[in-house]
């Protein structure tokens, strides 16, 4: 930024303007108040926490009456604003006019600088402008929907994806079985991480690499790698110093070379097309992939896990809702895409786990120039250059005033898969009442159907073998790249006779 931009900022700032423009104007946060959860930036001690950064945001805002209620900007020191947006208009008019067409917002690269240092910036996630363009024409056909759901080459998919969990599943009965015990203790998630990197390295990439390595190597040195990238993100050089003073330099090398070697298993199947590659032409070289194969591992993983992590403890709490599911998938052996969409019950699970338990809790942007955006209510917002938006998608899905009893017929705080069918009585689709769990506009996530299908096959797997019960009153969240239930999923479970 120059010097010019900064002064005009800072004397904005000293004088109290508001920098934003239009008929839903944001209101702004000041940088220290009394009795808020935390600072509203992300600091060494609060990086952790991040939905307590979001929560101080909104802090005091009940008292705003129109669009700053819901629309919070923070303003210091010169930089230009970040805007915090719980508003699903404002949400969905910046997602939409995102891009690399002029004038079109960046993905704001500044939350996940730490990422891009340990994959490469020239991938799809990280990548602006023309790069990304390129990147996205690649992935655009071994993702779409007519390539995975394409009966013939579907088949091919679901059948090692479903001998995958069946097999995770079998030792975990078997487990079960040989503890003489009706009822065992045990944390879920790491289970389930194991089986979404499975599928994603040896059925989706045509990998060859045993489970006891995927648990015991691969999925320690993704997930020590992952926190590296956040803390890396946040404080770059305290956490350089303090790798150099504990002895840790050693272990990170080690880990970003495991990282490296389950690249290459997952490139080595392109030669002789297996997995997706079949499905993949082009004459990129496979280093200009590698960025782009790192992301889908560590960043699949992730969100994967997330999301039939939260589907889990949802009905870890809800038995009825349990029984439900069981009842439709406990005839099923072919997971495919007719049997899961008759399955009511177990999608409107799925589409009501992301709406109040999003993978992806926030969704980042940058305005490259001034920019006006219009909601579909025909309200309008002038955003200046360089603010950085956060649109912040936990905080819309929970807000009453856009999902609570009213409009949906339950609270927005509650895990209602019925909501699903209050709405569908009122006409209203969830294409109408969006809750972005996987985006929005050309930033959409290109791995939907592929998210979709391994999480079905999952969840309708898991219900099918285990009745389990949440061994916690009350699950938090626990948010670092993406949220996942705080108690990694503890249940006491059973095996089904
Ligand atoms: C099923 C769980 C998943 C969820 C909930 C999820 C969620 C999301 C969301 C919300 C975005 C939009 C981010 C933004 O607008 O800033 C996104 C983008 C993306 N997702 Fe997913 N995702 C999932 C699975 C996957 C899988 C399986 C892959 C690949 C194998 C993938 C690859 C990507 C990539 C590369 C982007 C960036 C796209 C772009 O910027 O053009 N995701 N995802």
Same mark, same amino acid.
């Given at each position: 930024?120059?010097? *010019? ?13 508001n920098p934003f423009d239009g008929d839903c104007l944001p209101t702004?946060v000041?940088?220290?108040?009394? $009795? ?10 609060? !990086? ?6 979001f929560?101080?945001f909104y802090?005091?805002a009940?008292?705003e009456?129109g669009a700053g209620k819901h629309n919070r900007y923070?303003?210091?020191? @010169?930089?230009?604003p970040v805007l915090l947006s719980r508003d699903p208009t404002i949400i969905k008019a910046v997602l939409a006019a995102t $891009? =690399?067409?002029?004038?079109q917002f960046?993905?704001d ?7 891009? +240092? ?7 996630? !990280? ?22 759901? *394409? ?28 503890? @003489? ?12 991480? /194991? ?10 990439? $045509? @990998? ?23 803390? =890396? ?8 110093? !303090?790798?150099?003073? &504990? ?6 090398? *080690? ?16 030669? %002789? ?7 993949? %032409?082009?004459?990129?070289?496979? =280093? ?5 194969? +790192? ?9 994967? &896990? ?28 072919? !997971? ?11 999608? +409107? ?13 926030f969704l980042p942007r940058r305005a490259?120039? =001034?920019t006006w955006i219009e909601t579909t209510d025909h309200r309008k917002m002038l955003i200046p250059?360089?603010t950085c938006i956060r649109l912040d998608v936990w905080n819309a899905n929970?807000c009453?005033e856009f999902w ?29 009442m969006l809750h972005f769990?996987?985006g929005h506009g ?8 592929? $998210?979709?299908? %391994?999480?079905?096959? /999952?969840?309708?797997?898991? /219900? ?16 670092? /790249? ?16």
């Amino acid at each position: 930024m120059s010097f *010019q931009a900064w002064s005009a900022h800072f004397l904005k700032q000293v004088k109290g303007v508001n920098p934003f423009d239009g008929d839903c104007l944001p209101t702004r946060v000041s940088l220290f108040g009394f $009795g808020r959860p935390t600072l509203p930036f992300p600091h060494l001690w609060n !990086y952790q926490e991040p939905l307590k950064i979001f929560e101080t945001f909104y802090w005091d805002a009940e008292k705003e009456t129109g669009a700053g209620k819901h629309n919070r900007y923070l303003y210091v020191a @010169g930089l230009p604003p970040v805007l915090l947006s719980r508003d699903p208009t404002i949400i969905k008019a910046v997602l939409a006019a995102t $891009g =690399d067409k002029p004038g079109q917002f960046d993905r704001d690269t500044s939350p996940t600088a730490g990422i891009a +240092r340990a994959t490469g910036v020239d991938s799809l996630l !990280y990548a602006n402008g023309a790069l990304w363009r390129r990147q996205k024409r690649l992935s655009a056909e071994p993702f779409s929907r007519a390539n995975l759901f *394409q009966p013939q080459k579907f088949h091919g998919f679901e059948q090692t994806f479903r001998k995958t969990v069946a097999e995770r599943l079998e030792a975990l009965r078997a487990l079960q079985q040989a503890s @003489g015990k009706k009822v065992s203790r045990i944390e879920l998630e790491p289970e389930i991480k /194991v089986v979404m990197l499975e599928m994603l390295v040896n059925n989706f990439f $045509g @990998g060859q690499v045993s489970c006891e390595e995927l648990r015991n190597r691969y999925v320690p040195a993704l997930e020590s790698l992952i926190d590296h990238m956040i803390s =890396d993100t946040v404080a770059p050089i305290s956490q350089a110093l !303090y790798r150099m003073f &504990t002895g840790r330099n050693a272990i990170l090398k *080690q880990q970003k070379a495991d990282f490296e070697t389950l690249t290459d298993i997952a490139l080595s199947g392109r030669a %002789e097309g297996r997995g997706l590659w079949k499905q993949f %032409e082009s004459d990129a070289t496979n =280093d200009a992939l590698r960025a782009n194969i +790192r992301v889908f591992l560590a960043g699949a993983m992730e969100a994967t &896990t997330s999301f039939a992590s939260w589907a889990i403890s949802h009905l870890s709490h809800a038995p009825d809702i349990q029984e439900q599911v069981h009842a439709e998938v406990k005839d099923m052996s072919v !997971y495919d895409p007719d049997n899961l969409a008759s399955a009511v019950t177990l999608n +409107r699970v799925l589409e009501e786990t992301l709406r109040l338990t999003p993978a992806l809790y926030f969704l980042p942007r940058r305005a490259t120039v =001034d920019t006006w955006i219009e909601t579909t209510d025909h309200r309008k917002m002038l955003i200046p250059k360089d603010t950085c938006i956060r649109l912040d998608v936990w905080n819309a899905n929970r807000c009453e005033e856009f999902w609570g009893e009213a409009i949906t017929g339950y609270p927005a705080v509650a895990f209602a898969p019925d909501r699903w069918e209050v709405l569908a009585r009122k006409g209203i689709t969830a294409k109408d009442m969006l809750h972005f769990g996987f985006g929005h506009g050309p930033r959409f996530c290109p791995g939907r159907f592929l $998210g979709l299908l %391994e999480v079905g096959l /999952v969840v309708g797997a898991i /219900v099918k073998v285990f009745k389990f019960r949440a061994v916690n009153k009350v699950t938090p969240a626990r948010a670092g /790249v993406s949220t996942k239930p705080g108690d990694k999923v503890l249940v006491d479970l059973e095996l089904r006779t």
